[in-house]
């Protein structure tokens, strides 16, 4: 039996260059990293935050980020502040933060610190950047407490050393640092020694030598530390601030500012003495600075607050007196403070009514909602120093309602007809008046007024549409006004005064009738409303307004259209229900005459009734045979069989059964057994037919419901029988001629007779037994045709019995539709004759077992690229429920791909791809990036022709560099991830997928096109990455066009 067996050599695959098995080495390599990273209790490392403080006082513009972390927050007050967060105050701006530990840090403007701990003495640690900050250190039960400050990477321990609170200042400026005690005493622990320092000393930070003492030549006194001066600014006081210092000499330098840059200057000039008046023209707050006269010597810059406590001016507006209900008023202070944070206050109360208003800017929005006496008092707050108060008194009789109410219908000038039954007595009319400008705490007030009997009628009502009943024909005046329901007598102005008529004419006849019941097929079938013309001689040669609304009052109509020279109007109804119709009768004069409305139900047809149904009997038909495109491989290979199928060699049914002209659709449903659950086949066809793909063949029972135009399904119909058998013609086992042939050696040859089926492939098999189960793992199986010859020599067959048959099989399921008879023959031991009984009649070839054909290996091309290009990139992190992006980053990415290609056979691919990527840029000049990656993609499946799918390796170090206020962070994450990579060469186009996940979620798509031979190429690539860090997590998207210089050999 192994002599039907093919011997297929070993492949061979050439061997590879040094580069190559370095490469390969490298992957290997790439995966152990990979895999020790993924396993790794400590591959992704959880950062927990702990509370270093509060930030209290967030002016302007100050930022907050974590140290690791991607992008600046907007701080705001109350916002937690974390170990290793950097704080950043722009120009103008302040921020103040409260330590968990009890001290306060205030950060001038450009300020950067950051926020560290001293781990040996579990103490909060101020790294100082840039600019200066105030600290104060209060003293506690527990004893001195201590700060750390971090200078030029050099540590320092500050604390108290006498009774009561220190308040230091440190600056920062041109490469050293200087501390100032504004207030108590101090002491600084140095790697040199411990400075103590009174208000009177500094002491000069540098990088290059040890810190040093030095006694100020200016020591100030007051006043210092934020201080708040309450001062009466209004006119004809002279208030002022005294600022006191100490000092031996006698001249100086004054400085005083609104910034504490000392910018904005308010003073600056030289003084005598030991003090110095200000007199403020404003509240606000200052900083002031005091040196020797034409010394440059450095001195803390100070602050004080001037709050004014004078009643504040206020005003309102409109001034009054007459104020309106519903109506808002703007409370606003006058003369507000600069770079103050002062509270403003307005207290109102009307009546029983108390409310206590807040505002940081001073202005109130106040609406009068309910007539009465309000009382208005003012004031502001600033730390604790409270104003005078100032009152305003608004009062009750000058209130009103403010808009006049509008008349929407009915419409000045309307004539409304009333068509009055040809016999039978006159039945009053009504005119429904509705409004705009309606609230519902308001009631409305109608003035109707008869032109025939010079007779005002007044009407209130609650509700925006009033009735009235008119007892007489003729011609009116409406208008009307708004009311307060709580307070009847504050009334609004008069509306508009319009004219308006009621006409009587005979009623002529109508179609639909009053009442009527209309079924429509289709909810876009057509219906026709008809009249006749009004016999009034006035009414000649009139125009029509009709109108249907599915509101009696015609408040909404959805069909208002004017027709000239007809009495008859069709159009579709979008949906059913009751609706009402009239005709407005525009007279040559221009007078609009009303019709009465018309009730009409629209109604869809009654329900579908089932369908009854033929037994049918079919016999299968079969497609013309081709062979499948490429895409449709593709789809063969993605998707499953039942949405993978081509029409080769599928056979197929035609069912139809009677067809409904009330049916848009029809629900088909097809069974094994009447009894079935489940149906095999359900389908909803537009057509009243089905073609049925692939059946097998035996007996089925189906059923159909129609769906009509309304979308309503009707019952099932009682169940048909389908008898599905193949033609005679199509299911044709092939005949097969035996005979053996005895020459030296004995042969057995197999001839096919010349009816084989056209539809279905028809096969020779062999086999040991004759069941069922040994023909479908044959000895031997051959595909064959009318008249071909199959020849066996004896000496490959073991001796014994065998049987044949030929057979057709499905060519989409590959199982055997029909066989022809099993017939068997028998091999015996080999009988020797002499050579001269030996008489060779025809020469036999020699037959050798089937030997499948070997497909030659395919050289592909190794290709070494490099290219370069452009990227519009965007970057996120979120940390918690915060969010910053910083996208538009135009960056220069620079890569050199290498490609080695094997040897080609079927089902296997012997190839590599490596790729080196280097990206660098800047986003607006103030942050710059990098980021190198390496991956290796190897390629071990071909899925079809050019659909290639590997493993891959991803390496990659992202370095995010930023530079805020000329102080450089850097930040960088080391990543690896493993993953797959799918790629398809179509002509000069290459398509690549790729997707990893590790340390980082990674997805990349890539088009890369060929032109000039193939030694230039373009290229776009899209890329999304996203990993955690620090507790953030980092989004990061590019789009890449790049251009490229590729070798092929």
Same mark, same amino acid.
């Given at each position: 039996?192994?002599?039907?067996?093919?011997?297929?050599?070993?492949?061979?695959?050439?061997?590879?260059?040094?580069?190559?098995?370095? =490469?390969?080495?490298?992957?290997?390599?790439?995966?152990?990293?990979?895999?020790?990273?993924?396993?790794?209790?400590?591959?992704?490392?959880?950062?927990?935050?702990?509370?270093?403080?509060?930030?209290?006082?967030?002016?302007?513009?100050?930022?907050?980020?974590?140290?690791?972390?991607?992008?600046?927050?907007?701080?705001?007050?109350?916002?937690?502040?974390?170990?290793?967060?950097?704080?950043?105050?722009?120009?103008?701006?302040?921020?103040?933060?409260?330590?968990?530990?009890?001290?306060?840090?205030? =950060?001038?403007?450009?300020?950067?610190?950051?926020?560290?701990?001293?781990?040996?003495?579990?103490?909060?640690?101020?790294?100082?950047?840039?600019?200066?900050?105030?600290?104060?250190?209060?003293?506690?039960?527990?004893?001195?407490?201590?700060?750390?400050?971090?200078?030029?990477?050099?540590?320092?321990?500050?604390? *108290?050393?006498?009774?009561?609170?220190?308040?230091?200042?440190?600056?920062?400026?041109?490469?050293?640092?200087?501390?100032?005690?504004?207030?108590?005493?101090?002491?600084?622990?140095?790697?040199?020694?411990?400075?103590?320092?009174?208000?009177?000393?500094?002491?000069?930070?540098?990088?290059?030598?040890?810190?040093?003492?030095?006694?100020?030549?200016?020591?100030?006194?007051?006043?210092?530390?934020?201080?708040?001066?309450?001062?009466?600014?209004?006119?004809?006081?002279?208030?002022?601030?005294?600022?006191?210092?100490?000092?031996?000499?006698?001249?100086?330098?004054?400085?005083?500012?609104?910034?504490? #840059? =000392?910018?904005?200057?308010?003073?600056?000039?030289?003084?005598?003495?030991? #003090?110095?008046?200000?007199?403020?023209?404003?509240?606000?707050?200052?900083?002031?600075? @005091?040196?020797?006269?034409?010394?440059?010597?450095?001195?803390?810059?100070?602050?004080?607050?001037?709050?004014?406590?004078?009643?504040?001016?206020?005003?309102?507006?409109?001034?009054?007196?007459?104020?309106?209900?519903?109506?808002?008023?703007?409370?606003?202070?006058?003369?507000?403070?600069?770079?103050?944070?002062?509270?403003?206050?307005?207290?109102?109360?009307?009546?029983?009514?108390?409310?206590?208003?807040?505002?940081?800017?001073?202005?109130?929005?106040?609406?009068?909602?309910?007539?009465?006496?309000?009382?208005?008092?003012?004031?502001?707050?600033?730390?604790?120093?409270?104003?005078?108060?100032?009152?305003?008194?608004?009062?009750?009789?000058?209130?009103?309602?403010?808009?006049?109410?509008?008349?929407?219908?009915?419409?000045?000038?309307?004539?409304?007809?009333?068509?009055?039954?040809?016999?039978?007595?006159?039945?009053?009319?009504?005119?429904?008046?509705?409004?705009?400008?309606?609230?519902?705490?308001?009631?409305?007030?109608?003035?109707?007024?008869?032109?025939?009997?010079?007779?005002?009628?007044?009407?209130?009502?609650?509700?925006?549409?009033? @009735?009235?009943?008119?007892?007489?024909?003729?011609?009116?005046?409406?208008?009307?006004?708004?009311?307060?329901?709580?307070?009847?007598?504050?009334?609004?102005?008069?509306?508009?005064? @319009?004219?308006?008529?009621?006409?009587?004419?005979?009623?002529?006849?109508?179609?639909?009738?009053?009442?009527?019941?209309?079924?429509?097929?289709?909810?876009?079938?057509?219906?026709?409303?008809?009249?006749?013309?009004?016999?009034?001689?006035?009414?000649?040669?009139?125009?029509?307004?009709?109108?249907?609304?599915?509101?009696?009052?015609?408040?909404?109509?959805?069909?208002?259209?004017?027709?000239?020279?007809?009495?008859?109007?069709?159009?579709?109804?979008?949906?059913?229900?009751?609706?009402?119709?009239?005709?407005?009768?525009?007279?040559?004069?221009?007078?609009?005459?009303?019709?009465?409305?018309?009730?009409?139900?629209?109604?869809?047809?009654?329900?579908?009734?089932?369908?009854?149904?033929?037994?049918?009997?079919?016999?299968?038909?079969?497609?013309?045979?081709?062979?499948?495109?490429?895409?449709?491989?593709?789809?063969?290979?993605?998707?499953?069989?039942?949405?993978?199928?081509?029409?080769?060699?599928?056979?197929?049914?035609?069912?139809?059964?009677?067809?409904?002209?009330?049916?848009?659709?029809?629900?088909?449903?097809?069974?094994?057994?009447?009894? &079935?659950?489940?149906?095999?086949?359900?389908?909803?066809?537009?057509?009243?037919?089905?073609?049925?793909?692939?059946?097998?063949?035996?007996?089925?029972?189906?059923?159909?419901?129609?769906?009509?135009?309304?979308?309503?399904?009707?019952?099932?119909?009682?169940?048909?029988?389908?008898?599905?058998?193949?033609?005679?013609?199509?299911? !044709?086992?092939?005949?097969? &001629?035996?005979?053996?042939?005895?020459?030296?050696?004995?042969?057995?040859?197999?001839?096919?007779?010349?009816?084989?089926?056209?539809?279905?492939?028809?096969?020779?098999?062999?086999?040991?037994?004759?069941?069922?189960?040994?023909?479908?793992?044959?000895?031997?199986?051959?595909?064959?045709?009318?008249?071909?010859?199959?020849?066996?020599?004896?000496?490959?067959?073991?001796?014994?019995?065998?049987?044949?048959?030929?057979?057709?099989?499905?060519?989409?399921?590959?199982?055997?539709?029909?066989?022809?008879?099993?017939?068997?023959?028998?091999?015996?031991?080999?009988?020797?004759?002499?050579?001269?009984?030996?008489?060779?009649?025809?020469?036999?070839?020699?037959?050798?077992?089937?030997?499948?054909?070997?497909?030659?290996?395919?050289?592909?091309?190794?290709?070494? *690229?490099?290219?370069?290009?452009?990227? #519009?990139?965007?970057?996120?992190?979120?940390?918690?429920?915060?969010?910053?992006?910083?996208?538009?980053?135009?960056?220069?990415?620079?890569?050199?791909?290498?490609?080695?290609?094997?040897?080609?056979?079927?089902?296997?691919?012997?190839?590599?791809?490596?790729?080196?990527?280097?990206?660098?840029?800047?986003?607006?000049?103030?942050?710059?990036?990098?980021?190198?990656?390496?991956?290796?993609? !190897?390629?071990?499946?071909?899925?079809?022709?050019?659909?290639?799918?590997?493993?891959?390796?991803?390496?990659?170090?992202?370095?995010?560099?930023?530079?805020?206020?000329?102080?450089?962070?850097?930040?960088?994450?080391?990543?690896?991830?493993?993953?797959?990579?799918?790629?398809?060469?179509?002509?000069?186009?290459?398509?690549?997928?790729?997707?990893?996940?590790? !340390?980082?979620?990674?997805?990349?798509?890539?088009?890369?096109?060929?032109?000039?031979?193939?030694?230039?190429?373009?290229?776009?690539?899209?890329?999304?990455?996203?990993?955690?860090?620090?507790?953030?997590?980092?989004?990061?998207?590019?789009?890449?066009?790049?251009?490229?210089? *590729?070798?092929?050999?």
């Amino acid at each position: 039996m192994s002599s039907l067996d093919s011997d297929n050599p070993p492949h061979t695959v050439p061997r590879g260059s040094t580069f190559d098995l370095a =490469l390969l080495t490298l992957s290997a390599l790439s995966s152990l990293v990979f895999l020790f990273f993924l396993l790794s209790p400590q591959h992704e490392i959880a950062t927990t935050l702990h509370s270093a403080g509060t930030l209290q006082l967030s002016s302007n513009v100050v930022k907050i980020r974590q140290d690791q972390d991607w992008a600046w927050f907007e701080g705001q007050v109350g916002d937690k502040i974390h170990f290793g967060d950097l704080i950043f105050t722009h120009e103008n701006s302040q921020a103040s933060v409260d330590l968990d530990w009890g001290q306060k840090i205030k =950060l001038n403007s450009n300020t950067l610190i950051k926020i560290a701990r001293n781990e040996a003495r579990n103490i909060s640690e101020i790294e100082i950047q840039k600019g200066h900050i105030l600290a104060t250190m209060p003293q506690t039960e527990a004893g001195k407490q201590e700060l750390g400050l971090k200078f030029k990477g050099k540590s320092y321990l500050l604390h *108290s050393s006498g009774k009561g609170k220190a308040k230091v200042q440190f600056k920062a400026e041109k490469g050293s640092g200087q501390l100032f005690v504004l207030e108590g005493s101090t002491e600084l622990k140095t790697g040199q020694g411990n400075f103590t320092i009174s208000s009177a000393q500094k002491i000069n930070i540098t990088n290059e030598g040890p810190a040093t003492v030095e006694k100020m030549k200016v020591v100030p006194m007051a006043p210092v530390d934020d201080k708040t001066i309450a001062l009466d600014l209004s006119d004809g006081h002279h208030s002022f601030v005294k600022l006191q210092w100490q000092s031996e000499e006698a001249s100086f330098d004054l400085k005083i500012a609104r910034d504490p #840059e =000392l910018s904005q200057l308010v003073y600056s000039g030289p003084v005598q003495g030991l #003090e110095y008046l200000f007199i403020p023209d404003s509240e606000g707050s200052f900083f002031w600075k @005091i040196t020797p006269k034409n010394e440059t010597s450095s001195g803390p810059v100070l602050s004080f607050n001037v709050f004014a406590e004078q009643a504040p001016e206020i005003s309102l507006d409109p001034p009054g007196p007459d104020y309106v209900l519903d109506e808002t008023v703007l409370y606003s202070f006058q003369n507000l403070a600069q770079n103050l944070k002062i509270q403003y206050h307005l207290a109102v109360d009307s009546q029983d009514r108390h409310e206590n208003l807040s505002s940081p800017d001073g202005v109130f929005n106040y609406t009068f909602s309910q007539p009465g006496t309000y009382i208005f008092k003012g004031w502001k707050e600033f730390k604790g120093h409270l104003s005078k108060e100032k009152s305003a008194t608004v009062l009750v009789q000058d209130f009103k309602l403010s808009v006049a109410p509008e008349l929407t219908t009915p419409q000045d000038g309307q004539v409304d007809l009333y068509i009055q039954e040809k016999s039978g007595p006159k039945v009053p009319h009504s005119v429904i008046v509705s409004l705009e400008r309606y609230e519902r705490r308001h009631g409305v007030e109608v003035s109707l007024f008869s032109l025939k009997d010079k007779q005002e009628r007044m009407l209130r009502s609650d509700d925006e549409l009033t @009735i009235i009943k008119l007892s007489a024909f003729g011609k009116y005046q409406l208008k009307a006004r708004s009311y307060l329901k709580t307070h009847p007598d504050i009334l609004s102005p008069w509306s508009k005064t @319009i004219s308006y008529e009621m006409k009587a004419l005979e009623r002529p006849n109508a179609l639909p009738e009053n009442g009527t019941r209309i079924e429509l097929e289709k909810p876009s079938e057509k219906v026709t409303f008809s009249w006749d013309a009004s016999p009034s001689e006035e009414l000649l040669s009139a125009k029509y307004l009709f109108e249907i609304d599915d509101n009696p009052d015609f408040s909404s109509p959805s069909r208002q259209v004017v027709l000239e020279n007809t009495t008859r109007f069709t159009d579709s109804i979008d949906r059913p229900g009751i609706y009402y119709w009239r005709t407005k009768i525009i007279t040559t004069s221009g007078e609009v005459l009303y019709s009465r409305p018309k009730k009409v139900e629209i109604s869809p047809i009654p329900p579908p009734p089932a369908i009854e149904l033929q037994d049918l009997k079919l016999k299968i038909k079969f497609k013309q045979t081709h062979a499948p495109t490429f895409f449709q491989k593709l789809i063969q290979l993605f998707l499953s069989n039942a949405l993978a199928e081509t029409d080769e060699g599928q056979g197929y049914v035609e069912i139809s059964w009677p067809q409904s002209k009330n049916a848009e659709y029809y629900q088909l449903q097809i069974f094994k057994n009447p009894n &079935d659950k489940t149906a095999i086949i359900e389908k909803k066809l537009k057509e009243n037919s089905f073609t049925w793909e692939a059946p097998h063949s035996g007996i089925f029972y189906y059923r159909v419901a129609i769906i009509d135009f309304w979308q309503r399904q009707g019952p099932f119909g009682s169940f048909a029988k389908i008898e599905i058998e193949y033609d005679s013609k199509d299911l !044709m086992a092939p005949d097969v &001629d035996y005979k053996q042939i005895v020459t030296e050696e004995t042969a057995y040859l197999f001839t096919i007779g010349k009816q084989v089926s056209a539809v279905f492939p028809s096969f020779f098999q062999l086999a040991k037994n004759n069941r069922t189960h040994a023909f479908d793992r044959p000895l031997l199986e051959k595909k064959i045709k009318a008249g071909d010859e199959i020849l066996l020599h004896k000496n490959d067959l073991e001796p014994g019995k065998y049987f044949y048959r030929t057979a057709i099989k499905n060519p989409k399921t590959g199982k055997v539709i029909l066989f022809s008879p099993i017939t068997s023959f028998r091999v015996e031991e080999p009988i020797r004759l002499p050579p001269k009984e030996i008489e060779i009649a025809t020469p036999l070839p020699t037959l050798t077992a089937p030997v499948p054909e070997k497909k030659q290996p395919e050289r592909k091309q190794n290709e070494s *690229s490099a290219c370069y290009g452009p990227s #519009e990139i965007s970057l996120e992190s979120t940390t918690g429920a915060k969010k910053a992006t910083v996208d538009g980053l135009v960056l220069k990415t620079f890569s050199l791909q290498h490609r080695r290609s094997g040897l080609t056979w079927a089902g296997a691919l012997d190839s590599f791809e490596a790729n080196f990527f280097l990206e660098q840029g800047q986003v607006f000049s103030t942050e710059s990036y990098f980021r190198s990656f390496f991956n290796l993609a !190897m390629t071990t499946a071909k899925l079809a022709e050019s659909l290639e799918l590997g493993p891959l390796v991803h390496l990659e170090k992202f370095t995010y560099f930023d530079n805020v206020a000329g102080i450089q962070q850097k930040r960088e994450k080391n990543l690896a991830a493993a993953g797959v990579v799918l790629s398809y060469d179509y002509h000069d186009f290459k398509f690549k997928l790729t997707g990893a996940l590790g !340390m980082a979620s990674l997805i990349t798509a890539q088009v890369k096109y060929h032109l000039l031979e193939k030694k230039y190429f373009l290229m776009l690539a899209f890329e999304k990455m996203s990993f955690s860090n620090s507790g953030s997590r980092v989004s990061y998207q590019a789009l890449r066009p790049q251009i490229g210089l *590729s070798f092929f050999y």
